[in-house]
């Protein structure tokens, strides 16, 4: 149990924390809708098991993601998607979900929930796998804490963190920045950068030299920053668009 004395561990436990709560309201909200129709006795089954199959079907995307991580420039990419990701957090497209058909059968429900959270999981899956590869040997431990975190997040506490974001918008801002900080530091582990970043004598995960803290840290910003900047600048171009429109109709 070396792993709960380690810093790192804990500092990842944290990142999975924040970003199941962030990326963890939308799926909710597809639960709820695909099992709206259902007869209120079946309703909590609905949404329990739909859970269910969607956390068991994310336990195998992870692990192919914390698997295909090891591969040259696939963290590069992963990298990209997750400032992508955070930006979108800062300035999200208006987007609804009208299209999440609900049904009156307990199964086809659930298979409704299912589907539309592997559509809706990359996010979540790219997310937590940047943030446990920060964790070495610990990984796997780390990905079904957060998928075990995830559940109670996604099934009862949605609402409650819609509330608090509408309320307190700079936990959306932050959590965005931890994604950029994420893929900063995921963009410097990759085994195609890492020959080009200075070392530190240990080894890290899959047996690749340790890129030195600071540069790790001072990546880690650079993305956080950029994710920063970028979601401003866009969400300003909205919001100025919109209010264009909004005096061209009035």
């Keep these: ?17 924040m970003i199941d709560i962030l990326l963890g309201g939308d799926n909710a909200v597809v639960i709820a809708l695909a099992c709206r129709k259902l007869p209120p006795d079946l309703r909590t089954k609905g949404i329990i098991w739909g859970t269910v199959g969607a956390i068991i079907l994310r336990v195998i995307l992870i692990f ?31 987007e609804g979900h009208g299209d999440i058909a609900a049904s009156d059968k307990l199964w086809a429900a659930v298979k409704t929930i299912i589907v539309a959270d592997l559509v809706m999981s990359v996010d979540n899956v790219i997310a937590i796998a940047g943030a446990a590869q920060g964790a070495g040997d610990h990984q796997m431990v780390l990905v079904i804490f957060g998928l075990l975190v995830s559940i109670p997040v996604i099934v009862w506490g949605s609402q409650l963190v819609i509330k608090l974001m509408d309320r307190f918008p700079t936990i959306i801002t932050l959590g965005g920045m931890l994604l950029g900080w994420i893929a900063g530091t995921m963009a410097v582990t990759d085994p195609a950068i890492i020959p080009f970043m200075p070392l530190v004598g240990e080894t890290g995960e899959g047996n690749l030299p340790q890129v030195v803290a600071g540069v790790r840290y001072g990546a880690g910003v650079a993305g956080a920053l950029l994710v920063l900047a970028i979601g401003v600048v866009i969400k300003k171009r909205k919001d100025a668009a919109a209010a264009a429109a909004a005096a061209r109709s009035s």
Aim: net charge negative; glycine share 6%.
């Design 64 to 94: 192919f993601a914390l698997t295909l991580l090891a591969i040259p420039y696939l963290k590069l990419i992963g990298a990209i998607l997750l400032v992508w990701i955070g930006v979108k957090l800062l300035a999200p497209d208006e």
């Design 1 to 17: 149990m070396e792993m709960l004395s380690d810093p790192a561990f804990w500092i990842a436990v944290g990142q999975i924390i």
